[in-house]
């Protein structure tokens, strides 16, 4: 189905849990990311994957800015582990794991407590918990399209995930 920015791909399915979104351009990876902000509820967590300059920054800033945190303050240092951004409607912690050597180096920051608290968990190179990936998340895979478009593929781990996908489905596809 053709929707203005991006495309949604693949079957109606009631109980979904997976879905393929193609954006067309950095803009729409923003404007999906603020679609999908206003769906999150307190302790959700948003796992992404993908290559360098994949779109994980650019859909963790249109996150964010569906929060009311200004999508300047989200950066990818990838020197930092976690940035804390309690301005919002709710608390954001991104995360970037690029550099993350092991996961005992995630472990010592209390990790938990963030995922599992009143914010929302926005993480970056997530595939590096390996051990610590939560079972229940939101995993969205970034890919390259043709020319700018990205591919974010788009599953629901656990019942609160293929919830939320299905209720984000059934808005963005009318």
């Known amino acids: 189905m053709k929707k203005t920015g991006w495309w949604i791909s693949g079957p109606k399915v009631t109980g ?4 393929k979104i193609i954006s067309r351009s950095a803009r729409d990876t923003l404007k999906l990311g603020a679609s999908l902000a206003g769906r999150l509820r307190p302790g959700d967590i948003i796992c992404l ?14 996150i964010a800015a569906g929060l009311g945190v200004s999508p300047a303050k989200v950066t990818s240092s990838s020197f930092i582990l976690v940035r804390e951004h309690p301005e919002g409607k709710l608390p954001l912690f991104h995360f970037d ?3 993350l050597k092991n996961t005992s180096d995630i472990a010592s920051l209390g990790f938990e407590e ?5 914010g929302i968990a926005v993480i970056e190179w997530a595939e590096r918990l390996d051990c610590l990936m939560p079972k229940e998340r939101l995993m969205v895979k ?4 043709p020319g ?5 593929r788009f599953s629901g781990e656990g019942r609160r995930y293929k919830e939320l996908l299905r209720s984000w489905d059934e808005n963005i596809s009318h």
Do not use: D
Not at 16 to 19: A, D, L, P
Not at 142 to 145: E, H, T, V
């Open 16 to 19: 979904i849990s997976k879905m």
């Open 49 to 62: 994957e993908g290559g360098l300059g994949s779109g994980k920054t650019t859909l963790a800033k249109g």
């Open 97 to 99: 794991l690029y550099r």
């Open 114 to 118: 963030y995922l599992y608290g009143e």
């Open 142 to 145: 970034l890919s390259y399209g």
């Open 148 to 152: 700018e478009q990205r591919v974010l």
